[in-house]
């Protein structure tokens, strides 16, 4: 039970993710906390686009055999996670269900409730051309691409185990960075914003085109971040065509966010690492995002 008040007209807003593939990293890694304040980060944002600050949230594991000191980790992460946001985690359900998964495969999802005032729901409607585009950093895969980072990479023990020069640290240790959360670095700028894409799977290309309006183009310079080296790896290689990547990964940024031209100051100013990364335009035929540089144009709502 979760009571509600203080609200004049509350709007709840919901949503529903998992970690995916991620979970073989861990197990493999056998660290198992930052797979759950991955999951709360990655529903708490999802949210966040809209408005809104988080509620409550409720967690769901399913495991082959029931490890008891596994689930532990995992709540641990999560509670974590909940208490950074001010999200309570207020239940749950744990399975064990031997017939569907093999001893130590697990899975693990969540659906998290927040709230926003009707009159600050943020849904990119008044989203027009001149507007600015800003770039949150990621700091490597979050919880998107990681079939294809386990292809080409491997996600064996030894694999992942292996230190990496470039990466200052194990491959492993890089796939299992744990997914931002930007509640907190931008609560206190919502008021000046238009719209939010969290950069999750189908990158910008796929996830942008959500919040636009029909008559414009969102253009990037992807000159204009860094990307992490993780990404880099991946790339070179799985020989990965760099459009492929830019459609599967987030490659570097995690959250984007559309102003006016006479806000960027303001949320520049008050957002930690926020920068601009590119602007609106009048719709380019098609093409609802263009990333110079990197030679990619996404086309249509996706």
């Known amino acids: 039970m979760f009571e509600l008040k203080g609200y004049r007209q509350p709007v709840l807003v919901s949503s529903i993710d998992g970690v995916g593939t991620k979970l073989k990293i861990a197990d493999a890694m ?13 529903c708490v944002n999802d949210i966040l686009t809209c408005g809104a600050e988080p509620l409550f949230l409720l967690d ?21 996670a909940c208490k950074e946001s001010n999200c309570a985690l207020i239940g749950g359900e744990t399975a064990e ?12 999802a969540a659906c998290i409730i927040g709230v926003v005032e009707k009159e600050n729901i943020i849904d990119g409607t008044s989203i027009s051309a001149g507007d600015i585009a800003i770039g949150l950093a990621s700091n490597g895969l979050h919880t998107n691409g990681y079939s294809l980072a386990r292809k080409v990479l491997g996600d064996t023990p030894e694999a992942i185990r292996k230190f ?26 919502l ?59 987030n490659m570097g940024i995690g959250m984007v966010v559309f102003c006016s031209p006479e806000n960027v100051s303001k949320i520049i100013e008050q957002v930690p690492g926020a920068k601009v990364i590119g602007d609106v335009i009048k719709q380019a035929g098609n093409s609802r995002v263009i990333i110079e540089q990197a030679g990619v144009i996404s086309g249509g709502n996706t």
């Open 30 to 42: 056998d660290r198992h906390d930052t797979v759950g304040q991955d999951l709360v980060n990655h």
């Open 60 to 80: 769901y594991i399913a495991m082959g055999k029931l490890s008891p000191d596994k689930v532990e980790s995992v709540v641990k992460g999560m509670s974590s």
């Open 97 to 108: 269900m031997p017939g569907l998964y093999a001893i130590g495969d697990y899975d693990l």
């Open 164 to 189: 990496h020069p470039e990466l200052g640290k194990t491959v492993g240790e890089a796939l299992l960075e744990t997914h931002i959360c930007y509640l907190n670095r931008l609560k206190y700028s």
């Open 191 to 249: 008021a000046l914003i238009k719209g939010m894409a969290h950069v999750t799977g189908g990158g910008l290309p796929g996830n942008v085109p959500r919040i636009l309006p029909d008559s414009v183009t969102a253009r990037f310079d992807s000159s204009k971040w860094d990307v992490p080296y993780i990404f880099k790896l991946i790339q070179e290689k799985g020989e990965v065509d760099v459009k492929e990547m830019y459609h599967v990964f």
